[in-house]
């Protein structure tokens, strides 16, 4: 017995201490160690990012349109420097600047199953049943209808109409749509739209999903509730690639379309998504070689920076910011927890000289660093709309237009909008003025942050030192307080928070997608209407002033025959907005990273989704470097000519 | 016996009931913001969200959408998910993950009993010995060092040295399941080793084990025949609730390796308010639970003819 028990103890002890070690195998994934070019790409999204729908017309999140826009053609598309090139619209015309557009289609783009079997073509009506499909309430419940019903002559009506059916709705086949919706299919390839008035960057507006095609036939074949509750395996595709493989929570594999009608297309054979807990258990997977790119935490990044004999001290590449546009956006009716308005704040932010002195007062720098530990200062954002979303005839980027008025251009060397000289004699101007106010100093600030969130509460400590380093805590006091799971209902509806931090990106190519946000008095202005409470404004001084910025955005929404002329308008807008500390331009975020692709090659375009198409993307076997990035820039701007 | 399993059934299916309505009033005391996405919330007017809020019948006094729920539960109908999987029906969201979940658990608990059963007679047998020593020094190691270091340590070991791959993948089950079977064994398998040496040594401390020695039966004979068997008492009674409760799945491990089945959906339905998967999984839960007690019971009563489930006649 005693002989048994000890062997048994031997064996159960190595299967403890090494219990997998009899699972050896070889290696599946490559990485970037594989001789050749890179044909089947994988790449990663955290767990959190995993899509909830693949009913195109009803998604509305990044999570789900960075997947469905590699799936789905639609009447345009962009390319590298963010044009406009034509994609299942072979042309665009309209003949009376703006009101009405017709598209002319390309013919024998296929409709595909998801394992790439012919299914059908598309053709002019399919955007019809795409656009029914957005504006009846019974099928879409209201998602994508804001910009239609903005845009689109009947499209309200439409959508209203439909409520009213409620369920029986789901019946209703195009023939009502068609008599209230400035919409037509006159023939098979020819689609005409009618606006609701001149709109000269209506074009611009169809690479975005609610004016996407969904095949009559296929939605004939699944019914309503079966394209609502869609499956990959069921739908139809007409992109560059279709979903082959999906397990929620783990994988997503996207495959080329065999069939796909652009075949000077370069795409790879496969795109893996993998769904990891982390972006440390990413970079994990990187060094593993399982993924082909890796978007470092500052950690890591700073482990691999400091060290220059770190393996991939060379391979540090900066990605290009994202199309989001970072402001502070202040809250001009901020309410205390028992629902009481706080009066201190208030009187102190309707004050010129005090939101002035936040908006010279303060060098980000620091601040910057917890987005770009390495170039804070290239991250620096001095406009409220993205850059390269629109340009001038002659070439100007519309950011260039707005930093002209203003006076300033970003710097690496030093953080430009910061004027200590100006800001204290803003500090004692409004220090005066608000104490005859009855204003009590240090003026309270009210940051809120998710309460689990570190990396958050890291960066609002940050943000508390530099602003009370830079105005003083005789001045203000910034208080960094948390929610528990949702800013929208727990912080921004009650109407607590002091300021704000938002990224906004744009949907469509002009500027109003902007400053359209900020304006008073309209009910699609988003960060008014919900975050900074403008319309709520009692200061008659303060409310004079925007309400001249939004006659000056109204006015150059207005010129529609000229574009050179209605970019100018809007540039004096947001310089006023901006002049007047309306919203505070704050960063673009721009994260260090490790990749076999080379971003410039790929989509880039700062509003629509297109930029994460897989299409056209240079990659490497080998690591690019960091002078190979810079190369890639060099040659990136060189190329802007052609824009 | 069967007067005593229709009262438990009963009982388990009101206990059942009682969760079920707890949790489906506690949902709709939230405020109806939660039902949106923050881009919902963004891009939708405030009445386009209060027809939809009118349309899925939110509006509605919450005894009346409580009524409704109950009448949909006689049919067997539990409901459409909004968030996780839009309008796909909760039991094909719930079908979809079971049976991962399930497998990965039941063949580290299949790996926990068998090993640490085993490891707990050996350290039993040799008690204060070297043997002993290593297995205590196991228990507290897997018991004292945070899971998630453990699994960080597995993963590194795992795929490093062993080129497995790093997480779950459906296209490569068995490799990939090796490390998160690994992890989620870790701890269970201590488990089981300290209560049957617990028991073991209790048992081989009793006056029967001495005599039926004296008698002259082998050490072998007295250890599976009698100790054990008896010792394997106390440990079965848990051992039905085990087998269910693993079908759930572990949120950690699940995670960690990006294994997609059960073991996060009740919190990644909650935190986006999936009123009817989060219902329909708290009533899954309740069930297991409820079921797993019972079951527990009666395998206790089928090992050790002596428990009585039901009370004698006479008895107080």
Redesign the interface.
């Known amino acids: 017995?005693k002989k048994?028990?000890?062997a048994?103890?031997i064996i159960?002890?190595l299967?403890?201490?090494v219990?997998?070690?009899t699972?050896?195998?070889?290696?599946?994934?490559d990485g970037g160690k594989v001789a050749g070019e890179i044909t089947d790409w994988v790449t990663y999204q955290t767990?959190a990012s995993e899509m909830?729908?693949f009913?195109f017309q009803?998604s509305?999140?990044a999570k789900e349109l960075d997947v469905l826009n590699n799936c789905f053609d639609g009447l345009t598309t962009n390319d590298p420097y963010g044009n406009l090139i034509p994609c299942i619209a072979e042309r665009w015309e309209t003949p009376d600047g703006g009101k009405t557009w017709t598209f002319y289609l390309r013919k024998g783009v296929p409709w595909v199953d998801y394992q790439g079997n012919k299914k059908g073509e598309v053709v002019a009506e399919d955007f019809l049943w795409g656009l029914e499909w957005v504006l009846n309430?019974a099928k879409n419940?209201?998602?994508?209808?804001?910009m239609p019903n903005q845009l689109i002559k009947g499209a309200k009506e439409y959508y209203e109409y439909t409520?009213q059916l409620?369920e029986e709705a789901k019946n209703l086949d195009l023939t009502k749509f068609k008599e209230m919706v400035g919409i037509e299919a006159p023939d098979d390839y020819t689609l005409k739209f009618e606006c609701i008035d001149k709109y000269p960057y209506f074009q611009t507006v169809t690479v975005y999903n609610c004016l996407y095609p969904i095949s009559g036939e296929f939605l004939k074949e699944v019914g309503v509730?079966g394209y609502?509750?869609i499956?990959y395996d069921k739908l139809w595709y007409n992109g560059p690639y279709t979903i082959t493989?999906f397990?929620?929570?783990?994988?997503k594999v996207l495959t080329k379309n065999p069939l796909y009608w652009d075949k000077s297309a370069k795409l790879f054979n496969t795109v893996t998504i993998?769904?990891?807990?982390s972006t440390d258990?990413a970079f994990?997977?990187f060094q593993?070689g399982?993924l082909h790119a890796i978007t470092l935490t500052e950690a890591n990044l700073q482990t691999i920076y400091r060290d220059p004999n770190h393996k991939y001290h060379k391979n540090l590449v900066e990605a290009r910011p994202s199309k989001y546009s970072y402001q502070i956006h202040m809250n001009f009716d901020k309410r205390l927890p028992d629902g009481k308005p706080d009066t201190n704040w208030n009187t102190a932010i309707a004050n010129a000289a005090f939101r002035k002195s936040l908006y010279y007062g303060v060098d980000w720098t620091d601040y910057l660093r917890r987005v770009n530990a390495i170039n804070p200062l290239k991250t620096t954002n001095l406009c409220f709309t993205s850059f390269n979303l629109v340009t001038t005839s002659d070439g100007r980027d519309y950011t260039d237009l707005v930093m002209d008025r203003i006076g300033m251009r970003p710097s690496l060397e030093k953080y430009v909008r910061y004027d200590a000289e100006k800001a204290a004699q803003l500090k004692q101007q409004a220090m005066e003025e608000l104490t005859a106010k009855g204003v009590t100093f240090p003026v309270e600030i009210d940051y809120y942050i998710a309460g689990s969130n570190q990396t958050a509460l890291d960066s609002a400590t940050v943000m508390k030192n530099v602003l009370e380093g830079c105005l003083g805590t005789d001045y203000i006091k910034f208080n960094i307080k948390t929610y528990v799971?949702?800013?929208?209902?727990e912080v921004r509806?009650p109407q607590l928070q002091s300021f704000s931090i938002s990224g906004w990106g744009a949907d469509f190519g002009d500027p109003i997608n902007f400053l359209g946000q900020i304006i008073i008095d309209d009910?699609n202005a988003?960060y008014a209407t919900?975050t900074t409470n403008a319309n709520n404004i009692t200061d008659p001084e303060f409310k004079a002033v925007f309400k001249e910025f939004t006659r000056l955005v109204l006015e150059a929404n207005a010129i529609t025959d000229d574009l050179d002329k209605r970019y100018e308008a809007f540039a004096d807008a947001e310089a006023y907005a901006l002049e007047n500390a309306l919203t505070i331009p704050l960063y673009y975020n721009i994260p260090w990273q490790l990749t076999h692709m080379n971003a410039y090659s790929a989509i880039y375009c700062a509003y629509g989704g297109h930029a994460a198409r897989y299409v056209n993307r240079e990659t490497s076997t080998e690591l690019y470097t960091t002078e190979q990035y810079e190369e890639f820039a060099r040659a990136y701007e060189a190329g802007k000519g052609g824009k | 016996m069967l007067k005593y399993t229709i009262k438990r059934l009963l009982q388990s299916f009101i206990t059942v009931l009682i969760v079920v309505t707890i949790v489906f009033l506690l949902l709709r005391m939230l405020p109806t913001d939660y039902y949106f996405t923050e881009e919902q919330l963004m891009k939708l007017t405030r009445e386009q969200l209060d027809d939809q809020l009118r349309a899925a019948g939110l509006l509605d006094p919450p005894l009346v959408q409580l009524g409704r729920y109950y009448r949909q539960l006689a049919r067997l109908d539990l409901g459409t998910s909004r968030r996780i999987q839009n309008s796909v029906p909760v039991t094909q969201v719930i079908g979809s993950k079971i049976y991962i979940s399930m497998r990965l658990g039941w063949i580290s608990l299949a790996i926990a009993v068998v090993a640490g059963v085993a490891y707990g007679v050996v350290q039993a047998m040799n008690k204060g010995g070297f043997w002993d020593h290593v297995g205590t020094a196991y228990t507290v190691f897997v018991r004292a060092v945070p899971a998630l270091v453990s699994y960080s340590l597995i993963l590194i070991l795992g795929s490093r040295m062993l080129n497995l791959p790093s997480m779950y993948s459906t296209r490569d089950v068995v490799r990939s399941s090796i490390l998160p079977v690994v992890c989620l064994s870790l701890s269970s398998v201590a488990g089981y080793m300290v209560w049957t040496r617990r028991y073991m040594v209790d048992e081989l401390n009793k006056d029967y084990i001495r005599l039926a020695k004296l008698k002259g039966m082998s050490t072998r004979s007295v250890l599976y025949k009698h100790v054990l068997k008896n010792a394997f008492v106390p440990l079965a009674q848990y051992l039905p609730q085990s087998v269910l409760l693993v079908t759930g799945g572990s949120l950690l491990v699940e995670r960690f390796f990006s294994v997609p089945g059960l073991g996060s959906l009740l919190t990644d339905s909650i935190l986006r308010y999936d009123l009817n998967l989060v219902q329909a999984l708290v009533m899954m839960y309740t069930a297991m639970g409820v079921v797993g007690l019972f079951l527990g019971d009666v395998l206790m009563v089928a090992l050790d003819p002596r428990i009585l489930l039901t009370e004698k006649e006479g008895t107080r």
Do not use: W
Request: charged share 20%.
């Open positions: 017995m048994f028990s000890r048994m103890a159960l002890s299967l403890l201490v219990g997998g070690l699972a050896c195998g070889p290696k599946e994934t767990i909830e729908t009913n009803y509305q999140n309430f419940d209201a998602i994508n209808t804001s409520k409620g509730d609502r509750a499956t493989h397990v929620p929570g783990n994988e993998k769904m990891v807990e258990n994990q997977m593993n399982e799971s949702s800013f929208a209902q509806n009910d988003y919900t």
